[in-house]
């Protein structure tokens, strides 16, 4: 049995499954979610129940969050009755995605309160949470990292990128920056064939089989798309915020994004058309409509 109390704050579609990871491997954990409902199978098998990231932080020794926005993840470390707050836990381990300008921010936030920031962004997917096949970039200082690895093992393989904060998180916009892009351009190409009489899935077995295979044709156009189930499992919103912040970090780094700035808007359309919520492979719901064709088979 692993000897440290765990906390996790935010135990919904990615939060859930690496929590369960975590008490499989043997950790005891406390855990906390603004929906209570997101954090009772976890409590059903053991995991004891905090009011509060304060709380959370209070009543374990190394706190771990999975958080959907900058704006959250810096609310629930830094805000009223935040993991700041805590009396006992000295390092905080963030698997979500907020950019590195929020994880700069935290990690000075967190120093001030004697607490180290484990900038840990996760990529993968709902289903690499629950398998533990994660990419996991982790930036922080090298004696952290040594203490945190064989917690970030049960989730996957481990991408050390340095002891700045935000280094992790840029490595991962980059990541979610290209799959999106995947998505986008094999929807305007899979449209294409099929107005010009290719069926959909001998398109995408073509270009799997070709030059032009790509995360989308290799893995969300035949989950997602050819069935038209639309329900690969990452919100648009989610993809839209992930550009948004890549683009934007890129352009203050003084690096031209051409084709980003166009994924941008595709999301943007996708966004306003499907809503948030919606599964970001809805980008090809915007091209055959566009289009005027379907893409099933």
Known sequence: MAG???GVIGTGRMGGPMAGRLMDAGYSLVVYDTQAEATQPLVKRGALLASSPADVASRSDIVLASLPTPD??????????????????????DLSTSGPGAAKLVAEGLKAKGMTL???PVSGGIKGAVNGTLAVMVSCPQA???IVQPILKNFGK???TGDKPGVAQTAKLANNLMAAAALVITS??????????VNAKVLIDIINASSGRNSASEDKFPRAVLPGTFDFGFATGLSYKDVRLCVDEAEAMGVPMVCGAVVRQMLAITNAKYGASSDFTSIAKVLEEWAGVEMRG
């Not at 810096?74 to 009755?81: F, P, R, T, Y």
Request: no cysteine; hydrophobic share 50%.
């Open 188 to 197: 305007e190409a899979v449209a294409m064939g099929v107005k010009g009489g």
């Open 72 to 93: 959250i993840v810096k609310a629930v470390a830094l805000g009223q009755d935040g993991i700041g707050s805590g009396n006992r836990a000295k390092i905080v381990i």
């Open 4 to 6: 440290e109390i765990l």
């Open 158 to 160: 481990l991408f050390y």
């Open 118 to 120: 484990v900038d840990a």
């Open 144 to 146: 952290t990292y040594d």
